[in-house]
């Protein structure tokens, strides 16, 4: 006997029950959800395997279509607790994910003591965040202490008036960035300008110099420190930049009280420092003074909520995209928020790290 073609039928019979409050309702069984068409090993297994695969592979090898995983998915998450209900969240993390084309988004909030994502939803606008502080409720919006955040004040106007007694923590990356992308901009401005083509010598020193400025003067090979001697003697507002960009990036690996002095200096040398791009940093940076001083204080960033991003793209790629937001969303609850299911046989595999 061919034992791939063998076809194993399990019946079992259950029972109508007449409940004065609800009505006729069917019997709950132990081994199915209600109203599920499949059992809870089953599910179990689809949900496992989608955390692992795409939709398409997982129906192939269960024998069924990819809307009935997309069913036990939804229903699964729907069905049980998401974390933002039972969680006791004292520091969070919130930030944005672009999911389709046509400037589509989700906003998504992760808890740092965890590093699971708690909540996510589609849009990125102060009406979303609103509906995160709502299911929370007030008392425990009161017990959040530290919010971390990028410079959006679609986030930073409600976490003020929802949480205002919670650190707001401006994260490090994003500021460095800032200074990074004003450096690639001053030098831009130089490379193309009709002077440094005239001049054949310092046409070179800035030639092939994005890497050598971009990278942290610590991780500099010789070849590009004797590079970035040639840019300090050939254009000095470049190397200005340059040591702006630096001395910033040192403001966050100092204790807090040198941080600020440290950064108090830096705003002063950015507003004489005669280049356009800083001068204007230096404004953007002087009003999230306190926001960087809370991250330098509390140690915190938004690191956690970045890496939870990756993961959701990585949802994204693998199913070559999605049609709609709450089927990403279900996914991501299900692989991130801790939501999946055991691998059926296998109790010591839980999570989705199993």
């Known amino acids: 006997m061919d034992l791939g073609t063998l076809m194993v039928y399990l ?19 132990p081994w199915a959800r209600p109203a599920s068409r499949f059992t809870l090993a089953f599910e179990d297994l689809g949900c496992w395997l989608a955390t692992h695969c795409n939709q398409t592979v997982v129906a192939r090898y269960l024998r069924t279509t990819w809307r009935s995983i997309g069913h036990v998915i939804a229903g699964r998450v729907g069905a049980t607790e998401w974390p933002v209900a039972t969680a006791e969240l004292g520091r969070i993390g919130i930030d944005e994910i672009s999911y389709r084309k046509g400037q589509q988004y989700l906003t998504v909030v992760v808890d740092h003591a965890t590093g699971r994502l708690v909540w996510a939803a589609p849009g990125r606008n102060k009406e979303t965040v609103g509906r995160f502080f709502d299911l929370l409720g007030p008392e425990r919006c009161a017990r959040i202490k530290l919010v971390t ?28 960035q ?31 110099a994005r890497w050598i400025l971009l990278r942290n003067r610590d991780d500099l090979f010789d070849k590009q420190r004797a590079g970035l001697a040639k840019i300090q003697e050939a254009n000095r ?23 600020m002095r440290l950064l108090d200096r830096w705003l002063v040398w950015a507003r004489r420092s005669q280049i356009a791009r800083f001068v204007a940093l230096a404004r953007t940076i002087a009003a999230h003074r306190d926001a960087i001083r809370a991250s330098i204080e509390h140690g915190a960033s938004n690191g956690r909520v970045e890496a939870m991003n990756t993961g959701i793209r990585l949802l994204t790629r693998r199913a070559y995209g999605f049609h709609s937001p709450d089927a990403l969303i279900a996914l991501a609850m299900l692989k991130h928020g801790g939501l999946c299911p055991p691998l059926p046989g296998r109790a010591q595999l839980v999570g989705s790290g199993s």
Not at 237 to 255: D, G, N, T, W
């Open 178 to 208: 800032w200074a990074t992308q004003a450096v690639d901009a001053v030098r831009r401005a130089v490379y193309r300008a009709p002077y440094y083509w005239s001049r054949t010598r310092k046409a070179r020193a800035v030639r092939g």
């Open 149 to 176: 955040r990028d410079a959006a004040t679609w986030i930073s106007t409600v976490v003020s008036k929802r949480c205002p007694q919670a650190a707001q923590c401006m994260d490090p990356f994003h500021v460095i």
């Open 237 to 259: 507002p470049l190397y200005r930049a340059y040591l702006l960009k630096e001395q910033l990036r040192l403001v966050f690996q100092l204790p807090v009280a040198d941080a």
């Open 11 to 29: 019946v079992a019979d259950t029972h109508r029950v007449a409940c004065p409050e609800h009505g006729v309702v069917i019997a709950h069984v």
